[in-house]
C-alpha cells in the first residue's frame, strides 16, 4: 500500500481509541469449520447484533446444517427475520451455495478434515469452494482455524477509506494484507471486533452541493448583464440598418454625377 508508514501511525492511533471507546472485546471461536463458514456468510452481510440474532435463529430451527442446505429460500429468510429483505436474500443465497458446494465436494458437510491440513493447504481448500468470498475464507481462518486473517466487509472497508485511515484506491485484499502485517494474530480478533462497532456507527461525510439559492442568484446575475432582446431594441436595430443602406445608396448617387459632370 503507497505511503503504509503514514497509514500505520493512523491504524495504531484508532487501535487506542477503540479501545478506551469500547467494552472488552471477547474472542470468539465456533465449534466447527462448517459453522464458522455459515456464520461468516451471515456476519458479511449483516449488523454484528442481526448476525446473532439470525444464527441463533437458524440453529434454533433447523436441526442440522445439511437441513438449511436443502431448505427452501423462502423458509430460510422467514427463520433469519432480518428487516433488510435484500441483505437477508444475500445471506441466503451465499449460505445455500458454499453448503452445496460443500456437499457435492465432500459428500457430506464436514469440513474437520481441514483442521488437519496446513493453514495454506486448508485456505486452498476453501478457495476452491463455489460462492465463497473473501470475508468468509478469512472469518473462517481465523476462528475455526487459527489462522492470521482480518476480514472485512463492504461497512469496513468504507469506513476505512471514508476517514482516510487507508490509501483511497486500494483493493480489499491490499487493505487486508496491510492490516495482517501491521496487528498481531494475538491483537486480530479484537480489533477485526472494534473495527466493525464503529463501521456500524459511521456515517460518511456529507459533500459541498450547491444550493438551489447560489444556483439562482448566480443566474439572476447573468441576466442582468445580457440584455433581453426585445421587440423595442430589434426595431431599432432594423431602422438603423435602413438608415445605412439609404446613405450608402445617395453616396453612390452622388459619385456617378460627379463623375458624368467631369466627363461632360
Same mark, same amino acid.
Given at each position: 500500500?503507497?505511503?503504509?508508514?503514514?497509514?500505520?501511525?493512523?491504524?495504531?492511533?484508532?487501535?487506542?481509541?477503540?479501545?478506551?471507546?469500547?467494552?472488552?472485546?471477547?474472542?470468539?471461536?465456533?465449534?466447527?469449520?462448517?459453522?464458522?463458514?455459515?456464520?461468516?456468510?451471515?456476519?458479511?452481510?449483516?449488523?454484528?447484533?442481526?448476525?446473532?440474532?439470525?444464527?441463533?435463529?437458524?440453529?434454533?430451527?433447523?436441526?442440522?446444517?445439511?437441513?438449511?442446505?436443502?431448505?427452501?429460500?423462502?423458509?430460510?429468510?422467514?427463520?433469519?427475520?432480518?428487516?433488510?429483505?435484500?441483505?437477508?436474500?444475500?445471506?441466503?443465497?451465499?449460505?445455500?451455495?458454499?453448503?452445496?458446494?460443500? /456437499?457435492?465436494? /465432500?459428500?457430506?458437510?464436514?469440513?474437520?478434515?481441514?483442521?488437519?491440513?496446513?493453514?495454506?493447504?486448508?485456505?486452498?481448500?476453501?478457495?476452491?469452494?463455489?460462492?465463497?468470498?473473501?470475508?468468509?475464507?478469512?472469518?473462517?481462518? /481465523?476462528?475455526?482455524?487459527?489462522?492470521?486473517?482480518?476480514?472485512?466487509?463492504?461497512?469496513?472497508?468504507?469506513?476505512?477509506?471514508?476517514?482516510?485511515?487507508?490509501?483511497?484506491?486500494?483493493?480489499?485484499?491490499?487493505?487486508?494484507? /496491510?492490516?495482517?502485517?501491521?496487528?498481531?494474530?494475538?491483537?486480530?480478533?479484537?480489533?477485526?471486533?472494534?473495527?466493525?462497532?464503529?463501521?456500524?456507527?459511521?456515517?460518511?461525510?456529507?459533500?459541498?452541493?450547491?444550493?438551489?439559492?447560489?444556483?439562482?442568484?448566480?443566474?439572476?446575475?447573468?441576466?442582468?448583464?445580457?440584455?433581453?432582446?426585445?421587440?423595442?431594441?430589434?426595431?431599432?436595430?432594423?431602422?438603423?440598418?435602413?438608415?445605412?443602406?439609404?446613405?450608402?445608396?445617395?453616396?453612390?448617387?452622388?459619385?456617378?454625377?460627379?463623375?458624368?459632370?467631369?466627363?461632360?
Amino acid at each position: 500500500m503507497k505511503n503504509s508508514k503514514g497509514y500505520s501511525d493512523k491504524i495504531k492511533k484508532l487501535y487506542k481509541s477503540l479501545k478506551k471507546k469500547y467494552p472488552k472485546v471477547e474472542p470468539v471461536t465456533h465449534d466447527t469449520v462448517t459453522e464458522s463458514l455459515v456464520y461468516g456468510a451471515i456476519s458479511e452481510y449483516l449488523t454484528d447484533k442481526g448476525a446473532k440474532d439470525a444464527f441463533a435463529n437458524i440453529l434454533g430451527y433447523f436441526t442440522n446444517f445439511n437441513e438449511l442446505r436443502v431448505s427452501r429460500t423462502e423458509e430460510i429468510l422467514e427463520i433469519i427475520n432480518y428487516k433488510d429483505d435484500k441483505l437477508a436474500r444475500e445471506v441466503v443465497y451465499s449460505i445455500v451455495r458454499v453448503l452445496a458446494s460443500i /456437499f457435492a465436494s /465432500f459428500n457430506n458437510i464436514d469440513l474437520e478434515s481441514l483442521k488437519k491440513l496446513g493453514k495454506r493447504p486448508a485456505k486452498q481448500a476453501l478457495e476452491e469452494l463455489e460462492g465463497i468470498t473473501t470475508f468468509m475464507i478469512d472469518y473462517c481462518m /481465523f476462528t475455526a482455524l487459527s489462522g492470521h486473517a482480518i476480514p472485512l466487509n463492504t461497512a469496513m472497508i468504507d469506513y476505512l477509506v471514508g476517514e482516510e485511515l487507508v490509501y483511497p484506491s486500494s483493493e480489499q485484499k491490499d487493505i487486508e494484507g /496491510f492490516l495482517t502485517r501491521l496487528i498481531s494474530a494475538n491483537q486480530g480478533y479484537e480489533f477485526y471486533s472494534l473495527l466493525r462497532q464503529e463501521s456500524e456507527t459511521y456515517k460518511p461525510k456529507k459533500k459541498k452541493t450547491v444550493t438551489k439559492k447560489t444556483t439562482k442568484k448566480k443566474a439572476a446575475k447573468k441576466a442582468t448583464k445580457k440584455k433581453p432582446v426585445t421587440k423595442k431594441t430589434t426595431k431599432k436595430v432594423t431602422k438603423k440598418k435602413i438608415a445605412k443602406k439609404a446613405v450608402k445608396k445617395t453616396k453612390k448617387k452622388t459619385k456617378k454625377k460627379t463623375k458624368k459632370k467631369t466627363k461632360k
